[in-house]
Every structure is written in C-alpha cells, then in structure tokens.
C-alpha cells in the first residue's frame, strides 16, 4: 500500500512539472501573474503604436514608387499621368510623348520655295540701247509664265561669235536675288562702248544671245534669249560690261 502511494505521488509531481514546462513554452516565460496582467496591455498599446507609422510608411514608400514610376513619365514627357498610374500606364504616356514628338517634326514642311529660274521658255526678253546715259543698252525681261521665276546673277551676253564673256559690274550687285511674279520684269544695263573712246577691238553686232544662271555662279539656268536687234546693229568694243539684274529701269542704267 505504501509503495502504490508513492508511486502516485510521484506521478502526480511529473504531471505538474510536465504542465510547469509547457507554460514556459507559450514564450512569455515564468512570469508573476500580476506583472502578467499589466504588461500585456502596455505591450498592446506598444505594438499599436508603432505599426502605425510602419503603415504609414510603407504607404509612403507607394506613393514614392508611384512618384517614381511618374517619374518615369516625366522622363518620357508625361509628368502627371505618370504620378496617378502605374508604370505601365507611365510607358504608356512616354509613348504618347514619342507620338507628339512626331507630330512637331511636322514644321519642317515648312521649307523655302523651289528655284525656278528665268530664262528663255517663261520670259520674253527685249534689248534696245537709250539716249541716256550714252553708249548703253537696256534688257528686259518680263515673266510670261504662271509662277514666280529667280532672275540670278546677271545676263551672259554674246554679240554674233563672240568668243569673250562681258565682266559684270560689281557695284550693281543687289541684296538679294531678283524674283519676278507672273508679268513682272526685271531689268540690266549693258555698256556698250567707252564713252572717252578708250576700247579697243570695236565692232557691230548683229545678233545678241542673252543668256540666264542658275543657282550657283555660272552655272545653267536654262534656254538662253535671242532678242530682236536695230537693223544697224549695235556697236561694241572691250568696255562691254554688264550689270546685275535689277528690280528697276533707273537702277539698272545707273552704272
């Protein structure tokens, strides 16, 4: 009898240590009731606290990625969509930015007009000589054609089978190309003689050729003008110069 009492005694004592031992499992540790009782409420109000600047910052951290990912929007040119959508809707306004990038590089349709030069299929061409000043002639052009055309430079004349080119009269050089509307026309005076006598090789032509530039100096500007001549003909030595083409008589027959 004595021996079955111990035997439940001791058994009694493995189950209250076995109950001691999972207490202490539970990870608050063996801890005096009443200190148990109060902790977990500050610990509570701890927690509580504290996750709620976690959340706040984890919202913030949302709100920089949306930033972020707006910034990448910026970067494509479409800053305000990029902040109130994701980054995919962020590329998709970079692709918007890239179509109105397109659609600026349209201005350079915008170009200046096309050459279109003077010559003998759109103009009709005269050459008479004048009492004033002495020894010069006036050639005129006048646009017969249906848009503007570019008289550049000035005429190339030859007189018969001349085997010379006439020099220019620099001084007469104008500020810009002379550009004739349909009916419009242009002017040049032509020197003809020495007024002291002082050319040499004088002769009479019968037959003028007035010939056009293009765009760049001595270079062709289409089908050169035979303009009507006095029946005399028109006498010439080595002074023979020519001037620039001109917006009028007077400015032409100047030099």
């Known amino acids: 009898m004595r021996t079955s009492r111990l035997q439940l005694l001791a058994a009694a004592g493995v189950a209250v240590a076995s109950l001691a031992l999972t207490a202490c499992q539970d990870g608050t540790g063996t801890r005096d ?149 349909p009916g419009e026309s242009g002017y040049a005076g032509v020197m003809l003689s020495a007024a002291d006598g002082s050319g040499a090789g004088g002769t009479t032509g019968k037959k003028l050729a007035v010939g056009f530039q293009g765009r760049t100096p001595n270079s062709d500007g289409g089908p050169a003008a035979i303009p009507s001549l006095p029946a005399a003909g028109v006498y010439y030595d080595s002074s023979l110069t020519v001037t620039y083409w001109q917006y009028s008589k007077d400015d032409a027959l100047t030099y």
Not at 57 to 79: C, E, F, I
Not at 136 to 151: A, E, P
């Open 33 to 181: 009731e009443g200190a148990s009782a109060s902790k977990p409420v500050a610990s509570a109000s701890s927690d509580s606290s504290s996750q709620a600047p976690k959340e706040g910052a984890a919202s913030g951290d949302k709100g920089n990625g949306s930033t972020a990912n707006g910034s990448g929007g910026d970067a494509a040119g479409s800053g305000d969509s990029g902040k109130g959508s994701s980054s995919g809707q962020g590329s998709s306004a970079g692709q918007g930015s890239s179509a109105g990038k397109g659609s600026g590089s349209g201005g350079s349709d915008d170009g200046p007009a096309a050459f279109n030069p003077c010559n003998g299929s759109n103009t009709s061409v005269s050459a008479a000589p004048v009492s004033r000043p002495v020894n010069h002639m006036l050639i005129t052009v006048k646009n017969t054609g249906s848009k503007n055309c570019d008289l550049t430079y000035y005429p190339v004349l030859r007189f018969d089978e001349m085997q010379w080119v006439p020099q220019p009269v620099e001084d007469s050089k104008p500020q810009a190309v002379v550009t004739l509307a």
